[in-house]
């Protein structure tokens, strides 16, 4: 049988024959696998725009900002478009110089990737052994789990605390002699709550040095509490801690795939050593150099998100919801009926998050339009359910 064949049939065919007997796929693929399922990105627009019936769809669902890229990135991006056939510069060599220099740290310790979603599965690729333990909280950032599964770790799944928030002292009092990682997601997805300098600091004296600690800030640009611990703060470069931001929300370029942060030299060796050699595609990079440029557009930005997460508020008390205080782009909305609202939402062309029947949803904040039209469609389903 010839390999193209066997490309063409496969997906259909979990038992074709090669060489003369049957190919058995659960014996080639690696059986931890078994009980995961593909990641499931939020409902896209194209979906719900027949199922509403409208064409003014509101995805809130997968925490985007609702602008395009910054102009210069733009522009940045057109002029490399005809030099498309060149592979990328593999290292993203200007792209880690630039971060290094803005964030005073040496290049040596900077790490970008096809996202910050490609950053933790190649942390968790470097770091983690068959029956490692991995401490999270819980709810929290779905890939976690996910890279946790892959490479055959343990899940220490620490609950948020009263208030959705990170609860530091379990999490270090969960830690043992086989913990390998524990991710902390500050601000939360999905709850945007943050946890502060004061117990970030408790929990860094208690971890001991064979846990290497993920800081996840993904969302770090859009926070104005100023008790927030920026990650980098205590970023030495001989302390395993490693922190994480991209290029995804506040600077507009989730399609692109480009992710940072910032990790002890020895570490970023050694991502380099397993990641793809052109992990970051040249667009991205021209794109991430650019937006880096415009601190303007991301304080203007911060504003706003933050003038329309307060019009979302006392409209949520308006109508009697209860949320979750958020640092974030995104609010996460108290429901007894998360199935019926998200429903109803979608019905008024509103995309939110929704957790299967976890009692909550995470309503996205878009521009001020979408906000409007958000505060609308939750009138709407209060008036018709009686209550969220
Ligand atoms: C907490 C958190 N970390 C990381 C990511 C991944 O972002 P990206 O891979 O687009 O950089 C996301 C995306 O939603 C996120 O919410």
Same mark, same amino acid.
Do not use: P
């Given at each position: 049988m010839t390999l193209a064949y066997r490309a063409r049939v496969g997906d259909n065919a979990p038992h074709i024959r090669a060489g003369g007997s049957a190919v058995s796929w659960d014996r080639l693929i690696r059986e931890e696998l078994e009980g995961l399922s593909p990641y499931t990105p939020g409902l896209r627009e194209e979906q719900v725009r027949e199922r509403a019936g409208r064409?003014?769809?509101?995805?809130?669902?997968?925490?985007?900002?609702p602008d395009g890229p910054v102009p210069s990135a733009i522009e940045a991006m057109r002029a490399e478009l005809g030099g498309l056939n060149r592979y990328p510069e593999g290292a993203a060599v200007a792209l880690r110089e630039k971060l290094a220099t803005r964030f005073d740290v040496s290049s040596d310790q900077v790490l970008v990737g096809a996202g910050s979603n490609e950053l933790l599965r190649l942390l968790a690729q470097v770091v983690l052994r068959p029956g490692d333990e991995v401490v999270y909280a819980w709810p929290s950032f779905v890939v976690y789990p996910m890279v946790t599964n892959i490479f055959q770790a343990a899940h220490v799944k620490v609950p948020l605390a009263p208030g959705e928030v990170h609860d530091l002292s379990a999490m270090a009092a969960a830690i043992?002699?086989?913990?390998r990682i524990v991710f902390l997601c500050n601000p939360n997805n999905p709850t945007g709550t943050i946890y502060h300098r004061a117990e970030f600091e408790e929990f860094l004296a208690a971890v001991p040095p064979h846990v290497l600690v993920v800081v996840d800030e993904a969302y770090y640009e859009f926070v104005t509490d100023a008790g927030y611990p920026d990650g980098l703060d205590y970023?030495? =470069?001989?302390?395993p801690l490693v922190v994480l931001r991209t290029f995804s929300k506040i600077y507009s370029l989730a399609g692109l795939r480009v992710g940072y942060g910032f990790a002890p030299a020895a570490l970023v060796r050694a991502v380099d050593c397993v990641r793809e050699p052109f992990n970051v595609n040249t667009l991205a990079q021209v794109a991430a150099l650019a937006s880096l440029d415009d601190e303007a557009e991301v304080s203007r930005r911060r504003a706003e998100n933050q003038e329309q997460k307060t019009y979302l508020h006392s409209s949520f008390d308006r109508l009697g919801i209860t949320w979750v205080p958020s640092e974030a782009n995104f609010v996460y909305v108290m429901t007894e009926r998360p199935v019926e609202v998200f429903d109803a939402l979608l019905e008024q062309g509103v995309i939110v998050r929704d957790f =299967?029947?976890?009692p909550a949803l995470r309503v996205g904040i878009g521009s001020p339009e979408e906000t409007r039209r958000t505060v609308e469609a939750f009138e709407a389903v209060v008036s018709r359910l009686g209550s969220v």
């Open positions: 064409d003014d769809i509101c995805k809130l669902s997968s925490n985007e900002h043992t002699g086989r913990t970023f030495d =470069g001989v302390r =299967g029947t976890a």
